[in-house]
């Protein structure tokens, strides 16, 4: 790969151990690829859980400023005129 840093070419180096460093069974390593998906699984999961409850908030939040907003005029339009 020519033209690559070995910092682009090596992505494994973010996550910790360089693929060079990492164990070379057969067992060990399916068993860590399992575990990174399933742990990139569950950070899918919370990040979407998440983003769906702010895009809840997000539709909600002004409707409900604004109904309350009419309810503290018509509060002081009653009570006062």
Excluded: C, Q
Excluded at 6 to 28: C, K, Q, V, W
Excluded at 31 to 47: C, G, H, M, Q, S
Excluded at 50 to 64: G, H, N, V
Aim: hydrophobic fraction near 45%; charge should be negative; aromatic fraction near 8%.
């Amino acid at each position: 790969m020519a033209g690559y840093s070995r910092s682009i070419m090596n992505h494994g180096a973010r996550f910790g151990a360089a693929p060079e460093d990492l164990p070379m069974s057969p067992d060990t390593d399916d068993e860590d690829v399992k575990l990174n998906r399933e742990k990139i699984r569950a950070e899918i999961r919370k990040l979407s859980a998440e983003s769906d409850k702010l895009m809840l908030e997000t539709r909600w939040y002004p409707m409900l400023v604004t109904s309350a907003l009419f309810g503290i005029i018509a509060t002081i339009v009653k009570v006062f005129f």
